[in-house]
């Protein structure tokens, strides 16, 4: 086994009487990807936000190729040759600059120099592209482009660096199959080249694709290291949770009336037409890749776009929502995917990030709020969805990841819709959160229709009654969740099936 690239030795970090890290011991081999898997709240972007300075240790000692490493700063790591590839995508990209100075920012900000030869940097930002397979005008702005762009974006200007340590936080949860499989090829590249690589995620198809070993990390500790092969999967979901994960039976129910139809719905002008149906008390998952159409058909139901043709009514009377208001008002509800950019309020407490939308339902005379109809509302909405805090005021930023996440799809659970659309409900959770939150959607959908929109399959085969597949905006697959012939609709999502039907 090569010697370690970073050694982590006794690392403990505490917040107050809150202690995260409790006596870390860890080594991260040069040519290997170390995968950490932990779930929410277990202390895995504490030891991250340590490693890239922006954290110091209470105690223990990190050593980088046999030297103390102790960063005061980012930079100072980064200097160091630690770079991180942050799961918030805005993190590690700034929007209103062109991708050039994006791709640059690191060593522009580094330099002495006060005149930019604007010609010299566009040709050395397009070698960084190239360089990763990332096909982009690098004159355009970043806030321009879409949400796995930007990841791919933030991603070469990692590897501008030349890292030593590459730890990247759930990199492929923006991006499609084929950007997923060009950034695998990156990573064996940097492998080869001797890079030790810290790969963050609970994505199982991920993990299998890349793992030379799995550290299963649980409260604040190292609670299995498996380097094995072949490498034992189960056993490390086991460690981290700190017990056996079963499986989800799903019990499909009675469909209740029809709450939504779409006859003839055509998302773009080249895509063909479909009819949709979604009853009462039923959870019906849309699968597909990045791109595939799934947030385009939720911001037509939900007023954020117009559909180039067709009808939809809503319980029998036309639904055309000419914003998201009026979306509300009719009773369709959307909990929007990327918590961090589109859902979660960082200055706001749990429970005003939990009564945001409703404000006026829980206003008393003259608009005066009624506190404590909040916090009634805020407070069952805590219990039922499983959130992990001391209270309603905590701040939301004090909250895991996976909590966050829960407080996001409470929001929209926590008052009465005709339909509810979750747009990636799981993402960025762990396998426990991911069932929390599932099994909520599911109590509750007895009284409206339920649309969860979700890339992974296996997420989708945990909370749906029936199982939708979209490619080139429109559904191409539709299954019932018993016995589910997985060949085909790997094949639809692959959209093989319809390139299949076509030539047929």
């Not at 189960?234 to 039976?249: F, K, N, P, Q, S």
Request: glycine share 10%.
């Amino acid at each position: 086994m090569p010697s370690a690239a970073v050694t982590i030795r006794g690392l403990t970090k505490a917040f107050g009487r809150n202690t995260v890290l409790r006596g870390v011991d860890l080594d991260l081999p040069p040519g290997q990807v170390t995968v950490l898997m932990g779930a929410n709240g277990a202390g895995k972007s504490t030891l991250v936000k340590v490693l890239c300075g922006v954290h110091r240790a209470d105690s223990g000692e990190v050593r980088l190729t046999g030297e103390p490493f102790a960063p005061a700063d980012p930079a100072a790591a980064l200097r160091a040759g630690i770079v991180t590839v942050h799961q918030n995508i805005n993190d590690g990209v700034v929007p209103d600059l062109d991708v050039a100075s994006n791709l640059l920012l690191d060593s522009l900000a580094g330099g002495g120099g006060t005149f930019l030869n604007t010609r010299r940097m566009r040709a050395e930002a397009r070698q960084i592209a190239a360089a990763v397979g990332l096909d982009l005008d690098v004159t355009r702005q970043v806030s321009g482009l879409a949400l796995a762009d930007r990841q791919l974006v933030a991603i070469a200007r990692a590897m501008a660096q030349r890292p030593k340590l590459l730890i990247l936080d759930e990199p492929t949860s923006s991006l499609s199959m084929a950007e997923a499989e060009r950034l695998f090829a990156l990573i064996d590249r940097l492998r080869a080249d001797g890079v030790a690589i810290l790969y963050i995620s609970h994505r199982m198809s991920d993990i299998r694709r890349l793992a030379d070993r799995i550290v299963s990390m649980r409260d604040g500790q190292i609670a299995d290291l498996f380097e094995s092969a072949p490498l034992d999967y189960a056993g490390a979901v086991r460690a981290m949770l700190g017990h056996e994960i079963t499986e989800v039976d799903i019990a499909i129910p009675e469909q209740g009336r029809p709450v939504l139809r779409a006859r003839g719905l055509r998302l773009r002008p080249e895509s063909r037409p479909f009819d949709l149906t979604l009853h009462e008390n039923e959870v019906v998952a849309i699968t597909g890749l990045v791109g595939s159409g799934k947030s385009a058909l939720a911001g037509v139901l939900y007023g954020l776009a117009r559909p180039e043709a067709g009808e939809i009514t809503l319980d029998g009377r036309p639904h055309a929502p000419v914003n998201p208001g009026a979306a509300v008002a009719a009773g369709v509800f959307l909990a929007s995917k990327d918590r961090r950019s589109n859902a979660v309020i960082p200055d706001f407490d749990i429970q005003k990030n939990l009564t945001l939308p409703f404000t006026a339902r829980h206003s008393g005379f003259l608009s005066l709020l009624r506190r404590a109809s909040e916090r009634v509302t805020a407070d069952r909405s805590i219990r039922e969805m499983g959130v992990v805090c001391q209270g309603p005021r905590d701040g939301i930023m004090t909250l895991s990841g996976g909590n966050q996440q829960k407080v996001v799809v409470g929001r929209w659970m926590a008052e009465a819709s005709r339909l509810l659309i979750l747009d990636e409900p799981f993402q960025g959770v762990d396998i426990q959160a991911r069932r929390d939150i599932g099994r909520r959607i599911r109590d509750s959908a007895g009284t409206r229709a339920t649309l969860v929109l979700c890339a992974e399959i296996d997420e989708a085969l945990e909370v749906a009654d029936r199982i939708l597949v979209m490619s080139e905006h429109t559904i191409v697959g539709e299954h019932r969740n018993d016995g589910i012939d997985l060949g085909r609709l790997m094949a639809e999502v692959a959209g093989t099936a319809l390139t299949l039907e076509r030539t047929a």
